[in-house]
């Protein structure tokens, strides 16, 4: 009995983890069925989601927002892989802005994504909202940080092989000398910071930031400070399997808000089908342990099955 | 309009290339011959005859044109070769890298282009130089100009014709603000022209224009010379009403002492194959002259030649 009802509960998530385990919650429908009395044991005994009000167990408001939350981990996730890649990158950037939560989908969008693929989704945003995405961006974010997301936003990058060596050892010069003379606040909206991160190619940058790093002995994260719009642009051009490992195991964590949870789903969606090897790669070695079980610990019902069926064996 | 005529059925490129063959051959140079047939092919036309050309007689045609002509009449021929795209991303290069750089050809090809037209534009300019349009722009140029400019250029506008009445009122309401207390550098200003739709920033002047009996491009003129304005009116009046502001620089480039030949063959070819119609019945208006009769009083020999000839002599 006590283990029955120990296995509702962590089915009902609460044990924590993500998602339901769907599974389980029809196994007992059939088990208890027809026992009213054994329902009413549950809810007693369950005291994160029931409060006994007079005669009944009440369920509690909270807790069932968070049910809400958790069952739809699996059917968003459905959705989110039949849409088209544009559409989820439109949806996603739109969700974030008119919101008001932190706009690091917008650079991970913005900055790990092909030329083609940002301008796929800016295709799409348009047809779905009537709105450029940049003109939304311009609009919902505070201005200090306007600069550098419309900028990168809007970028259409060159995509080819070609790099000046000498112009990004220039490059990475003056992006020294603009990181020291800028006081660390005023960073993010220093000129040539902004127009060397939203303009250069890809190529471009990462060989900026290689001379950077034998230049001035340290990588340009280092003096970059606490500015993590900046970090995290730097990030997601010059090792994007590591911003997503360390996205996916920032979800993991003990006391994840929403935000960092919802990003397993986007992260594993969005490389799934693109470079979902590098980044199981790179988490085993940054964290040591495959992603595949650190998911099949912490995740539960159908939504367990499909991130395990998108991440591969 | 276009005004080039185009002979109805064309020749085949093949007898076009023979024609130019037979008009390079020889002592000099058969420059009659050759306004003739280039003057007189469309676009595609004129691809094709370049191709053919380089098939039949194993040089390239445009080194051979070099070799043959000289001076304005040659940097004409060559120009009109290219297709509009590929011609404009060349201007666009030749005025962001002269010693000078030359705002109105990147004001104009920003604002005037369609969104789709503009990113036409910028892929053409990545194969050809290597690096993006955005880039150069933003590494050329400095300040309020680099902000303005590189936010131009870089954005990929709504196409629609969906508008917000009250959002424009605000907007106008914003802009004014912002220009009567003389900040034309003003984040906002230049957010709004150049993230806005089209159709949105028209419905943003027409409010301004009804809230503050005078258009905006009027507010914008100032007693004192101010470069920035002067840009900064020439994107308004580009995005507003394209073909007003080209027979306006028409008169301009015609009407002062001197002969800016690079500016003329730049107006004379971008539109030649576009609405050059329209402009001319605007300029013939304005000015009681035709277009043909002032463009021959400051031009000679085969440029003049040439020239009219696109105007639809």
């Given at each position: 009995m006590a283990d029955e009802n120990q296995l509702l509960k962590k089915a009902f998530s609460g044990h924590g983890g993500f998602g339901v385990d769907e599974a389980t919650m029809v196994a007992m429908v059939t088990k208890w069925r027809r026992q009213p009395d054994q329902k009413s044991r549950f809810r007693r005994d369950f005291s994160e989601f029931f409060t006994t009000i007079g005669s009944i167990e009440k369920c509690e408001d909270d807790?069932?927002?968070?049910?809400?939350?958790?069952?739809?981990?699996?059917?968003?996730?459905?959705?989110?892989?039949?849409?088209?890649?544009?559409?989820?990158?439109?949806?996603?950037?739109?969700?974030?802005?008119?919101?008001?939560?932190?706009?690091?989908?917008?650079?991970?969008?913005?900055?790990?994504?092909?030329?083609?693929?940002?301008?796929?989704?800016?295709?799409?945003?348009?047809?779905?909202?009537?709105?450029?995405?940049?003109?939304?961006?311009?609009?919902?974010?505070?201005?200090?940080?306007?600069?550098?997301?419309?900028?990168?936003?809007?970028?259409?990058?060159?995509?080819?092989?070609?790099?000046?060596?000498?112009?990004?050892?220039?490059?990475?010069?003056?992006?020294?000398?603009?990181?020291?003379?800028?006081?660390?606040?005023k960073l993010i909206q220093n000129e040539e910071i902004v127009r060397i991160l939203t303009t250069r190619s890809k190529r471009h940058l990462k060989a900026i930031f290689k001379h950077y790093k034998e230049l001035h002995g340290k990588p340009i994260e280092e003096d970059l400070g606490a500015n993590l719009c900046l970090q995290e642009t730097v990030k997601c051009i010059d090792r994007p399997a590591k911003y997503f490992s360390e996205a996916i195991n920032n979800a993991f964590k003990e006391g994840a808000d929403k935000q960092s949870k919802i990003a397993l789903t986007r992260v594993i969606i969005s490389r799934a089908d693109v470079d979902?090897?590098?980044?199981?790669?790179?988490?085993?070695?940054?964290?040591?342990?495959?992603?595949?079980?650190?998911?099949?610990?912490?995740?539960?019902?159908?939504?367990?099955?499909?991130?395990?069926?998108?991440?591969?064996? | 309009m276009a005004t080039i005529s185009i002979p109805n059925p064309a020749p085949s490129a093949i007898e076009d290339a023979e024609k130019l063959r037979k008009a390079f051959q020889g002592w000099g140079t058969d420059e009659m011959t050759m306004i003739d047939?280039?003057?007189?092919?469309?676009?595609?036309?004129?691809?094709?005859?370049?191709?053919?050309?380089?098939?039949?007689?194993?040089?390239?045609?445009l080194k051979r044109i070099e070799s043959e002509i000289s001076g304005h009449f040659e940097r004409a021929v060559y120009l009109w070769i290219f297709d509009p795209v590929e011609r404009q991303a060349i201007m666009a290069n030749i005025a962001i890298e002269s010693k000078v750089f030359d705002f109105p050809v990147i004001i104009e090809i920003a604002c005037v282009n369609s969104p789709n037209e503009l990113l036409a534009v910028k892929q053409v300019y990545q194969s050809l130089y290597k690096r993006s349009l955005e880039e150069d722009v933003a590494s050329h140029t400095t300040g309020d100009f680099c902000k303005l400019l590189f936010a131009l250029v870089g954005t990929y506008r709504y196409d629609g014709e969906e508008i917000n009445t009250e959002l424009a009122n605000t907007e106008a309401k914003i802009l004014n603000d912002a220009i009567t207390k003389g900040q034309f550098n003003d984040n906002e200003i230049i957010r709004i022209l150049s993230t806005r739709s089209k159709a949105q920033l028209n419905t943003t002047f027409n409010c301004y224009k009804d809230a503050q009996n005078r258009s905006i491009t009027k507010a914008l003129s100032t007693e004192t010379p101010n470069d920035f304005a002067i840009v900064l009116r020439a994107a308004i009046r580009c995005m507003n009403n394209p073909k007003k502001y080209f027979d306006k620089v028409f008169r301009r480039?015609?009407?002062?002492?001197?002969?800016?030949?690079?500016?003329?063959?730049?107006?004379?070819?971008?539109?030649?194959?576009?609405?050059?119609?329209?402009?001319?019945?605007?300029?013939?208006?304005?000015?009681?002259?035709?277009l043909e009769q002032a463009v021959a009083k400051k031009t000679s020999g085969d440029y003049k030649n040439f020239l009219l000839a696109l105007i639809g002599n």
């Amino acid at each position: 009995m006590a283990d029955e009802n120990q296995l509702l509960k962590k089915a009902f998530s609460g044990h924590g983890g993500f998602g339901v385990d769907e599974a389980t919650m029809v196994a007992m429908v059939t088990k208890w069925r027809r026992q009213p009395d054994q329902k009413s044991r549950f809810r007693r005994d369950f005291s994160e989601f029931f409060t006994t009000i007079g005669s009944i167990e009440k369920c509690e408001d909270d807790y069932l927002l968070r049910l809400k939350t958790e069952f739809s981990r699996f059917k968003n996730i459905m959705v989110l892989w039949l849409m088209h890649p544009w559409e989820r990158d439109a949806r996603w950037m739109h969700h974030v802005m008119h919101k008001s939560y932190p706009f690091t989908v917008i650079i991970e969008i913005a900055c790990t994504r092909s030329s083609e693929e940002l301008l796929g989704a800016k295709r799409a945003y348009q047809a779905l909202f009537d709105h450029s995405v940049e003109e939304d961006v311009a609009y919902h974010i505070k201005e200090n940080y306007s600069k550098l997301l419309v900028g990168l936003v809007s970028s259409f990058r060159y995509e080819g092989s070609q790099v000046d060596n000498e112009m990004a050892k220039c490059e990475a010069k003056a992006l020294n000398s603009a990181i020291k003379s800028a006081g660390s606040g005023k960073l993010i909206q220093n000129e040539e910071i902004v127009r060397i991160l939203t303009t250069r190619s890809k190529r471009h940058l990462k060989a900026i930031f290689k001379h950077y790093k034998e230049l001035h002995g340290k990588p340009i994260e280092e003096d970059l400070g606490a500015n993590l719009c900046l970090q995290e642009t730097v990030k997601c051009i010059d090792r994007p399997a590591k911003y997503f490992s360390e996205a996916i195991n920032n979800a993991f964590k003990e006391g994840a808000d929403k935000q960092s949870k919802i990003a397993l789903t986007r992260v594993i969606i969005s490389r799934a089908d693109v470079d979902m090897e590098v980044i199981k790669e790179t988490y085993h070695k940054q964290f040591g342990i495959k992603l595949e079980d650190m998911i099949t610990k912490n995740t539960h019902g159908h939504y367990k099955d499909a991130l395990l069926s998108l991440v591969g064996k | 309009m276009a005004t080039i005529s185009i002979p109805n059925p064309a020749p085949s490129a093949i007898e076009d290339a023979e024609k130019l063959r037979k008009a390079f051959q020889g002592w000099g140079t058969d420059e009659m011959t050759m306004i003739d047939v280039l003057a007189h092919r469309n676009a595609a036309q004129r691809k094709q005859i370049k191709i053919v050309y380089e098939e039949q007689y194993e040089e390239k045609l445009l080194k051979r044109i070099e070799s043959e002509i000289s001076g304005h009449f040659e940097r004409a021929v060559y120009l009109w070769i290219f297709d509009p795209v590929e011609r404009q991303a060349i201007m666009a290069n030749i005025a962001i890298e002269s010693k000078v750089f030359d705002f109105p050809v990147i004001i104009e090809i920003a604002c005037v282009n369609s969104p789709n037209e503009l990113l036409a534009v910028k892929q053409v300019y990545q194969s050809l130089y290597k690096r993006s349009l955005e880039e150069d722009v933003a590494s050329h140029t400095t300040g309020d100009f680099c902000k303005l400019l590189f936010a131009l250029v870089g954005t990929y506008r709504y196409d629609g014709e969906e508008i917000n009445t009250e959002l424009a009122n605000t907007e106008a309401k914003i802009l004014n603000d912002a220009i009567t207390k003389g900040q034309f550098n003003d984040n906002e200003i230049i957010r709004i022209l150049s993230t806005r739709s089209k159709a949105q920033l028209n419905t943003t002047f027409n409010c301004y224009k009804d809230a503050q009996n005078r258009s905006i491009t009027k507010a914008l003129s100032t007693e004192t010379p101010n470069d920035f304005a002067i840009v900064l009116r020439a994107a308004i009046r580009c995005m507003n009403n394209p073909k007003k502001y080209f027979d306006k620089v028409f008169r301009r480039t015609l009407q002062k002492s001197g002969t800016d030949e690079d500016t003329l063959t730049r107006l004379v070819l971008t539109h030649a194959e576009k609405d050059l119609k329209e402009i001319k019945e605007l300029f013939q208006t304005r000015t009681n002259m035709t277009l043909e009769q002032a463009v021959a009083k400051k031009t000679s020999g085969d440029y003049k030649n040439f020239l009219l000839a696109l105007i639809g002599n």
